[in-house]
């Protein structure tokens, strides 16, 4: 038997090492010996594998082994590399197979962690497929392609490889023992899953995902990114962002000693995070980059019996954050639910609602951030004055071009009898200026769709300047609540709005927006029927319309609550919510939709627990240019309703 496999029964590790010739010198004097070129791993998926080792080279010749401990090596002499591998083994009455590879010799191991790498490195849908038919082509595209997505798992795990002291570890060449340490502990911790069109990895400890991504396109992921239940469990009024280079940022309300702070973080799995507000009670964090990672956190913080708006800028070269600034004025009255916009420069925009004394009366309030000069702009009031005005939303595109939108009262809000209302729109650009007042909740002929606008905004627009906008309204109070939209072409204007519902007999409650770069749009919201709720979904098709409304999940699933939606430039969305079933409890729930499949199965990203003693907060789901998507959750004790 060549000394290769001798090692094997001499080795505690994986395999030989670097090579042939230095490991066997070491051991065995055989001139044949030292001169071999080997390959040897360990096959493992928490335990190790008993079964069949196969190799298959660049040219097609094919190799194989059984083994009993996962330990395997092969000798390389006449094959081509690079190598995929695949380990093969029955589970109970189920064909069970991992796959791995390998440029050359030495170690390659094969894992659930090597299987997720490889298939995402492959851009194919069935490895299986890419083994029976191997060709040099494909081998070299994989093999270019494994670096970054073994730098992108590394990323996935960061935090567990981190506790299991293997941080930065490649799994494919790491060496490890079957001591349930290590890279042997983790990989007890990790279930590899397919089902409903993706691959997924979890945690079997408490089931949350690790990451999840489409079989189609595996580097369409969504991943938790250095957020786990702990973190869920004390943080309210979440907000997200995520820079060109996929690092997420995540800012939060937390509650210490007594008080509401606003605490900040980066989602590398390394931070701490910081606190960024000071004085009294904070909340309602808004998130966003510039082109150049440069971030901004806006928040609303109660002081002197009023709540006003406050900003930090982070620069990146510094990678430090300026003082806190404070926007609306503290002897005005109290400012309100503020949004926040940047486009690729840097230049931002802060938008709030703010009461001027008179009872339920508001206005919308704007300041301006201009990067040529480093400041914030004295802040402006932008509606009329007149009649009241809220829930103001802000969207800028890259080049700084955008809108206004919000929800206007036919009166200045201080009657006792419900009023009227309409959805309001400014056109606007990161260098302040604004374009002229439109009412767009009306038809072709200036009807107003509505007399009853509920607000519950939502608000996109892409890099070409295209908008779409949504709302929630009745024709009479004691009618239900549907989904309507209008959509802003840049050579053609504001279109008539239309309604998107499916059923008007049922509420339509909290719809969600995202745009694609050529115009698409995909609109999620949550319907609640007499017994139960469901996800709504409709999608738009630049130069057709807006489709047969359909959903993104049945209520035969549970209740479907809080939906939150990205979307990547080329049109592939995820969308995230919480599902409350018969069960009495409460999961994080992940589907996505694209664009060669349509919509996928809905999965569970994360139990959270029974939903009597826990009040979940909507989750938060961002997207960077790659299609990567980081999803967050939180829940608050103190609370007593969900966060509208």
Same mark, same amino acid.
């Given at each position: 038997?060549?000394?290769?496999?001798?090692?094997?029964?001499?080795?505690?590790?994986?395999?030989?090492?670097?090579?042939?010739?230095?490991?066997?010198?070491?051991?065995?004097?055989?001139?044949?010996?030292?001169?071999?070129?080997?390959?040897?791993?360990?096959?493992?998926?928490?335990?190790?594998?008993?079964?069949?080792?196969?190799?298959?080279?660049? %040219?097609?010749?094919?190799?194989?082994?059984?083994?009993?401990?996962?330990?395997?090596?092969?000798?390389?002499?006449?094959?081509?590399?690079?190598?995929?591998?695949?380990?093969?083994?029955?589970?109970?009455?189920?064909?069970?197979?991992?796959?791995?590879?390998?440029?050359?010799?030495?170690?390659?191991?094969?894992?659930?962690?090597?299987?997720?790498?490889?298939?995402?490195?492959?851009?194919?849908?069935?490895?299986?497929? $890419?083994?029976?038919?191997?060709?040099?082509?494909?081998?070299?595209?994989?093999?270019?392609?494994?670096?970054?997505?073994?730098?992108?798992?590394?990323?996935?795990?960061?935090?567990?490889?981190?506790?299991?002291?293997?941080?930065?570890?490649?799994?494919?060449?790491?060496?490890?023992?079957?001591?349930?340490?290590?890279?042997?502990?983790?990989?007890?911790?990790?279930?590899?899953?397919?089902?409903?069109?993706?691959?997924?990895?979890?945690?079997?400890?408490?089931?949350?995902?690790?990451?999840?991504?489409?079989?189609?396109?595996?580097?369409?992921?969504?991943?938790?990114?250095?957020?786990?239940?702990?973190?869920?469990?004390?943080?309210?009024?979440?907000?997200?962002?995520?820079?060109?280079?996929?690092?997420?940022?995540?800012?939060?309300?937390?509650?210490?000693?007594?008080?509401?702070?606003?605490?900040?973080?980066?989602?590398?799995?390394?931070?701490?995070?910081?606190?960024?507000?000071?004085? *009294?009670?904070?909340?309602?964090?808004?998130?966003?980059?510039?082109?150049?990672?440069?971030?901004?956190?806006?928040?609303?913080?109660?002081?002197?019996?009023?709540?006003?708006?406050?900003?930090?800028?982070?620069?990146?070269?510094?990678?430090?954050?300026?003082?806190?600034?404070?926007?609306?004025?503290?002897?005005?009255?109290?400012?309100?639910?503020?949004?926040? %916009?940047?486009?690729?420069?840097?230049?931002?925009?802060?938008?709030?609602?703010?009461?001027?004394?008179?009872?339920?009366?508001?206005?919308?309030?704007?300041?301006?951030?201009?990067?040529?000069?480093?400041?914030?702009?004295?802040?402006?009031?932008?509606?009329?004055?007149?009649?009241?005005?809220?829930?103001?939303?802000?969207?800028?595109?890259?080049?700084?071009?955008?809108?206004?939108?919000?929800?206007?009262?036919?009166?200045?809000?201080?009657?006792?009898?419900?009023?009227?209302?309409?959805?309001?729109?400014?056109?606007?650009?990161?260098?302040?200026? $604004?374009?002229?007042?439109?009412?767009?909740?009306?038809?072709?002929?200036?009807?107003?769709?509505?007399?009853?606008?509920? *607000?519950?905004?939502?608000?996109?627009?892409?890099?070409?300047?295209?908008?779409?906008?949504?709302?929630?309204?009745?024709?009479?109070?004691?009618?239900?609540?549907?989904?309507? %939209?209008?959509?802003? $072409?840049?050579?053609?204007?504001?279109?008539?709005?239309?309604?998107?519902?499916?059923?008007?007999?049922?509420?339509?409650?909290?719809?969600?927006? %995202?745009?694609?770069?050529?115009?698409?749009?995909?609109?999620?919201?949550?319907?609640?029927?007499?017994?139960?709720?469901?996800?709504?979904?409709?999608?738009?098709?630049?130069?057709?319309?807006?489709?047969?409304?359909?959903?993104?999940?049945?209520?035969?699933?549970?209740?479907?609550?809080?939906?939150?939606?990205?979307?990547?430039?080329?049109?592939?969305?995820?969308?995230?919510?919480?599902?409350?079933?018969?069960?009495?409890?409460?999961?994080?729930?992940?589907?996505?939709?694209?664009?060669?499949?349509?919509?996928?199965?809905?999965?569970?990203?994360?139990?959270?627990?029974?939903?009597?003693?826990?009040?979940?907060?909507?989750?938060?789901?961002?997207?960077?240019?790659?299609?990567?998507?980081?999803?967050?959750?939180?829940?608050?004790?103190?609370?007593?309703?969900?966060?509208?």
């Amino acid at each position: 038997m060549r000394c290769a496999v001798t090692l094997l029964v001499i080795l505690s590790l994986a395999g030989c090492g670097g090579g042939g010739a230095d490991t066997c010198d070491s051991l065995n004097s055989n001139a044949a010996c030292s001169t071999a070129v080997t390959l040897s791993g360990l096959a493992a998926q928490g335990p190790a594998i008993s079964g069949r080792i196969y190799l298959m080279d660049s %040219a097609g010749q094919e190799h194989s082994m059984d083994t009993s401990n996962g330990q395997f090596s092969f000798d390389l002499a006449g094959l081509q590399p690079p190598l995929l591998l695949k380990a093969q083994w029955t589970d109970g009455k189920d064909m069970q197979r991992l796959y791995s590879f390998a440029s050359a010799e030495g170690i390659a191991n094969i894992t659930p962690l090597t299987h997720f790498a490889v298939a995402t490195a492959s851009a194919t849908q069935s490895l299986d497929a $890419l083994y029976a038919a191997p060709s040099a082509p494909a081998f070299a595209a994989l093999q270019a392609a494994l670096p970054g997505a073994v730098g992108r798992l590394q990323g996935y795990l960061q935090a567990l490889m981190s506790q299991y002291k293997v941080a930065n570890a490649n799994p494919i060449t790491a060496r490890f023992a079957a001591t349930h340490t290590g890279m042997d502990g983790l990989l007890d911790r990790i279930v590899l899953s397919t089902a409903g069109g993706s691959m997924t990895l979890s945690d079997r400890d408490s089931g949350t995902t690790l990451v999840a991504a489409p079989l189609s396109n595996l580097a369409l992921s969504v991943d938790p990114a250095g957020w786990d239940a702990g973190d869920a469990a004390q943080a309210a009024d979440l907000g997200l962002a995520i820079n060109s280079q996929g690092l997420g940022l995540v800012a939060w309300s937390q509650r210490s000693n007594g008080q509401y702070l606003i605490k900040v973080r980066w989602l590398n799995g390394m931070d701490a995070g910081q606190t960024l507000s000071a004085g *009294g009670d904070a909340g309602n964090p808004r998130l966003a980059f510039d082109g150049a990672g440069n971030a901004f956190a806006l928040w609303v913080q109660s002081s002197n019996g009023r709540t006003t708006v406050w900003v930090r800028r982070y620069n990146v070269v510094s990678a430090q954050w300026s003082v806190a600034h404070q926007l609306s004025s503290d002897t005005a009255g109290s400012s309100h639910l503020p949004d926040l %916009a940047v486009d690729q420069g840097g230049n931002a925009i802060a938008v709030w609602h703010q009461d001027d004394g008179r009872q339920s009366h508001f206005d919308g309030w704007l300041s301006q951030y201009a990067v040529a000069g480093g400041a914030w702009a004295a802040p402006h009031r932008f509606t009329d004055g007149g009649n009241s005005a809220f829930g103001i939303k802000v969207a800028l595109n890259p080049s700084g071009v955008g809108l206004l939108a919000w929800q206007q009262l036919r009166g200045d809000g201080t009657a006792v009898t419900s009023q009227m209302a309409d959805i309001a729109v400014r056109s606007l650009s990161s260098a302040g200026a $604004l374009g002229a007042l439109r009412l767009v909740n009306a038809d072709g002929l200036g009807q107003p769709l509505a007399a009853y606008v509920y *607000g519950q905004l939502a608000l996109a627009v892409n890099a070409s300047g295209a908008a779409g906008l949504l709302w929630s309204q009745r024709l009479l109070p004691s009618l239900p609540m549907h989904v309507a %939209a209008a959509q802003y $072409l840049p050579d053609r204007g504001w279109q008539a709005a239309s309604t998107i519902s499916r059923d008007l007999q049922e509420d339509g409650h909290s719809p969600q927006l %995202a745009l694609d770069a050529a115009g698409n749009a995909i609109a999620v919201w949550q319907v609640q029927t007499e017994y139960s709720a469901y996800g709504a979904t409709n999608r738009y098709v630049a130069g057709s319309g807006w489709g047969t409304a359909g959903h993104f999940v049945d209520s035969k699933l549970g209740d479907a609550l809080a939906p939150s939606l990205t979307m990547d430039t080329k049109g592939n969305a995820s969308v995230a919510w919480f599902r409350w079933s018969d069960g009495n409890s409460v999961d994080l729930m992940l589907n996505r939709y694209l664009l060669d499949i349509g919509w996928a199965q809905a999965q569970v990203f994360a139990p959270l627990g029974v939903k009597s003693t826990i009040v979940q907060r909507p989750p938060s789901v961002a997207v960077d240019g790659a299609g990567q998507a980081l999803l967050l959750w939180g829940s608050d004790m103190d609370a007593v309703a969900s966060w509208l």
